[in-house]
Structure formats: C-alpha cells, structure tokens
C-alpha cells in the first residue's frame, strides 16, 4: 500500500494496519509472548529498536508514547503554545534517546496495561484526525508549528506506518522462536 497523502487513505490505512497487528498479536502462542527478543544473531538488524524492545509490552508502549507524542503536540500548537513534535532536550537526532526513556519508563507496566493503553491511544488518535479536514491534513503550509511537512504525515508515521513496523518485528520474533 503506497503512504497515504489523503484523510481517506489515511483512516483507511490506520484502520488496517491496526487490525493487522492486532490480529497477529491474537494468534501469538505462549512461547512466542514469553520468550524474550533476542536478534543479536542477525547482522540485518543494527538498528537500536532490535536491543531496546524485549517483548510485545515494549512494542505496545513504544506504540502508545508515540501516540502521546503526537495528541500532546496537537493539542499544545492548536492552543497557541508552540511545542516540536519531539520534546526538548530531545530532537530527531536524538530521539532514540526518547524510546528508550520511554523504554525504561515503562518497565513495570503489564502486558495487559500496555494493550489497554494502546488501544485507547489509538482511538484517540483517530478521533484527532477526523476532526481535521482533507486540506488541513496533508497541505503544507496550513500549520506553521508543522514545519515543511504535512500534519496527516505525522498521523501516518504514528499509526500505520509505525504498525507496520510492530508487525514486522512481531514476524522477525515468531521466526526466532521457531528456529531455536
């Protein structure tokens, strides 16, 4: 599916990739659930998302604070006090410093906390963007405080495409588990 650039696209492909996950999370066995992530055996995966998440818990969460990330900046721009979308001292250079705050934040939140709180944040989040119009989606320059981007990109990094993301990883572990 290619990144959606319309408020339709948009619902749809967030709706989808939401169900995909969900449904794969639903078919995970108990082996799968408990044993731990371990990709340190493939050289594929360098980037720090394959050491930081151990289990779905901390994909769920990673999940959810982006979801936060994203509510928090709409609402504080929308009300005049302007934020970034990363929060100081954080920037997109150092936002992997972010997840794992987010990570270590989270250590003693149970798996069934995380689903909880995923699924909230992600109705909220799409409660957000049916109150937005087409235009003011995905035109730039409709929202300063939104940079040279458009604000439904934002909504798709945070849903479907960071979905997409979980889902992936979800696959990469099951394979694991698999092989040992």
Known sequence: MARPTTKTDLCTAAATNYETLNTFISGLTQQEL???FDFSGDEKKKEAHWT???NLRDIL???YEWHQLLLNWVESNLNGDEKPFIPRPYNWKTYGKLNMEFWRKHQNTSLEEAKSMFQQSHA???KL???FSNEELFSKGIYGWVGGSTLGSYFVSVTASHYDW????LKAHRKNCANR
């Open 124 to 126: 909220q989040v799409m």
């Open 166 to 169: 979980a889902v992936k990883k």
């Open 129 to 131: 963007a049916e109150t």
């Open 61 to 63: 969460i990673h999940l």
């Open 34 to 36: 408990t044993t731990p």
């Open 52 to 54: 930081r998440d151990q």
